[in-house]
């Protein structure tokens, strides 16, 4: 746990395992955006991407897209306050005197992107001395522990509560019965309810997904194969990633030979990828809806003697350097991390009868082999994300693992 600057009152964590994998469920209904829709697309020969995700809402998919080129609201220097298209919600009824409790039930540590953003949180909430206390719960990646954990922060005396919650549809009914008793702020990701007075995330899935794709679509000759690797199931964010992956390879010419699920494990990614080798004789393109094993899987094809292909990753800084090392063909769509400083600073607005968006989209850059190097640091660890927003934070960049200098 970092340290930061000290402030009136108690912080509250949870002891945690910094176990890999996450779980999942099936989606049971819709978005609360609107009822689900297939593509207007029909797939080219060979795409071989399957069904439409049940996420999948094409009005939600074509805002993404749109907002993409959209200029973000707020301070220009401060991304995680910025939003794209807000429309504001009246905050007056949530109005109370400080100091203020703010509790967390969090989905998870079990991945370096939310290691990171967990320590930028906690940053952030050090940096306000009118919270008193902090309470956070981590669910470990298990459905019925934080719906156990929304229901005991909802006895601790808390004056608002932020959530990630680790599946969508599971957690629906948990947030939807402390949407009555309290401010609730979402982020990350989503929910099948609107009670939560506002939803915090950067633009979303479907843009991260068609980020990724439209770039191999550009760069992958016709007739070209795609592997395409994702984590796991059922997490409306990374279920919208392959969804809007999905409707730019089925447009193309390009023939995607396998849609895999990895758990997040840079084992099984590479003997996925091994396995596709073999299989195929070779991969022109590698599609992925994280970039945490990005690494991993290139390995694959440099231990089985072949080109590494045009590559998806994330801003994870082993990818960054092995991309600049070794003059990859590569996109790293980002979710910054920076927006777990978000829910803080919403928090603290709606409990002061301020204004919010409902849904406060952040900007969400992609890096390019133009501006790489913009965003790799030398002096943090492998598994830092570049977009974490942490840099003027105190502590930074020793509490995040890195070095001075």
């Known amino acids: 746990m970092p340290n930061h600057r000290p402030f009136i009152g108690l912080v509250v964590v949870s002891t945690v395992l910094f176990a890999a994998g996450c779980t999942s469920d099936k989606p049971t209904a819709q978005s609360s955006a609107g009822p689900s829709s297939a ?3 029909s797939p080219a020969q060979g795409a071989n991407t399957g069904e439409q995700s049940k996420f999948f809402v094409q009005a939600d998919y074509d805002a993404q897209l749109a907002m993409r080129t959209k200029s973000a609201q707020g301070p220009a220097d401060k991304p995680w306050e910025q939003a794209i298209d807000p429309q504001m919600v009246d905050t007056a009824r949530y109005k109370k005197s400080g100091g203020y409790h703010l509790c967390f039930s969090n989905a998870a540590v079990n991945n370096p992107w939310r290691q990171v953003g967990w320590k930028t949180m906690q940053a952030e909430v ?11 719960l981590d669910a470990e990646g298990k459905d019925d522990k934080q719906i156990s954990d929304i229901a005991e922060l909802q006895g601790k005396d808390c004056d608002a509560l932020i959530v990630s ?3 969508t549809a599971t957690l629906t009914p948990a947030v939807e019965g402390a949407c009555g008793k309290l401010p609730i702020i979402m982020f990350d990701r989503g929910v099948d309810t609107d009670c939560p007075v506002t939803f915090i995330n950067p633009i979303g899935g479907y843009a991260f997904g068609a980020d990724g794709a ?3 679509v550009e760069k ?3 007739g070209g194969k795609i592997l395409a690797l994702r984590i796991s199931p059922g997490v409306d964010v990374l279920e919208t990633r392959w969804s ?3 409707v730019a390879f089925d447009k193309s010419r390009l023939k995607v030979v396998g849609v895999e699920f990895t758990d997040g494990d840079a084992a099984k990614t590479k ?3 091994d396995d596709y080798l073999q299989r195929e004789g070779k991969i022109d393109g590698v599609w992925m809806d994280a970039g945490a094993t990005a690494v991993a899987a290139i390995e694959a094809f440099e231990d089985a003697g072949q080109p590494v292909p045009a590559f998806v990753g994330e801003d994870q800084q082993d ?3 092995k991309w600049k090392n070794d003059n990859l063909t590569a996109i790293a769509p980002t979710y910054p991390t920076y927006q777990w400083r978000t829910p803080i600073i919403a928090a603290l607005k709606i409990l002061k009868g301020e204004e919010v968006p409902k849904q406060w989209k952040l900007p969400q850059p992609k890096i390019t082999s133009a501006n790489l190097d913009t965003y790799l640091q030398p002096n943090m660890p492998l598994l830092h994300y570049a977009l974490c927003g942490c840099e003027n934070l105190p502590g930074f960049p020793e509490n995040w693992g890195g070095k001075k200098g």
């Open 220 to 222: 992958v000759p016709t």
């Open 271 to 273: 003997s996925i990828v």
């Open 319 to 321: 990818f960054l350097s």
């Open 126 to 136: 050090g940096l306000h001395k009118e919270i008193t206390k902090f309470t956070a």
């Open 214 to 216: 439209e770039f191999l």
């Open 39 to 41: 593509s207007s697309s």
């Open 165 to 167: 919650p680790n599946t």
């Open 244 to 246: 809007a992956a999905k």
